[in-house]
């Protein structure tokens, strides 16, 4: 077992558990959510080595996984940053997605050219980010959420924490958010793929 996973996974535990304990006590909405990250991070953990997850994607995902938990603290609502919460959560996100998903097809010898390895990459970031924005607009109906559009507009990744009643909370036409959401995947996934097109350009250069 990879001692660095280990640590990795410890600490990213640790973290969730006071979240999950800070969302319950304060009934913020975000417990079953923390819950169920709890669990990816944990599948994540005991299938490290059939899906070749190194110790840097790993603490990636682990980041991206717990920045959205941090929604529990509101951020969704009312972001830290100087721009909307989910922009970051959206690009990080799929930033990690695809080098998790380009490492993963490089361990797996699929020999395709360079060019169909980074589409399909970009084509599956754009997929999940779909199922996710959908997951999240029925995830409000099974919620018998009176107004659909201010529920699917706030819904985080699970869809099981509370939603925002209000458009006026986050000021936006809860489509234009789902736009910028999927832009934020996109230009997440495509940082990525350049990132890898830059190293293994450099790599070759050197030799």
Not at 9 to 20: E, H, K, M, Q, V
Not at 43 to 67: M, Q, V
Not at 116 to 128: K, R, V
Not at 152 to 161: E, H, K, M, V
Request: charged content about 10%; glycine content about 6%.
């Amino acid at each position: 077992m990879n001692k660095k996973l280990i640590i990795l996974y410890i600490i990213s535990i640790i973290i969730l558990i006071l979240l999950a304990y800070h969302s319950y006590i304060n009934k913020t909405g975000w417990f079953k959510e923390i819950s169920v990250t709890i669990l990816v991070i944990t599948l994540l953990f005991l299938t490290y080595k059939k899906t070749f997850i190194t110790p840097l994607i790993f603490s990636l995902l682990c980041a991206d996984l717990i920045l959205n938990a941090f929604g529990t603290f509101g951020f969704y609502f009312k972001s830290p940053l100087p721009f909307g919460y989910d922009r970051l959560t959206h690009f990080f996100g799929f930033f990690s997605f695809a080098l998790f998903s380009y490492n993963y097809l490089i361990h797996k010898k699929i020999n395709l050219p360079k060019s169909i390895t980074f589409l399909l990459i970009f084509l599956a970031s754009l997929g999940l980010g779909a199922l996710m924005e959908i997951s999240e607009y029925y995830s409000a109906i099974l919620s018998n959420v009176s107004d659909i559009n201010s529920a699917a507009l706030a819904g985080p990744t699970f869809g099981t924490s509370n939603y925002a009643y209000n458009t006026n909370i986050i000021g936006q036409d809860p489509w234009i958010n789902t736009i910028q959401d999927l832009i934020c995947n996109a230009l997440g996934s495509i940082t990525a793929i350049f990132m890898i097109f830059v190293y293994k350009k450099f790599k070759n250069l050197r030799k």
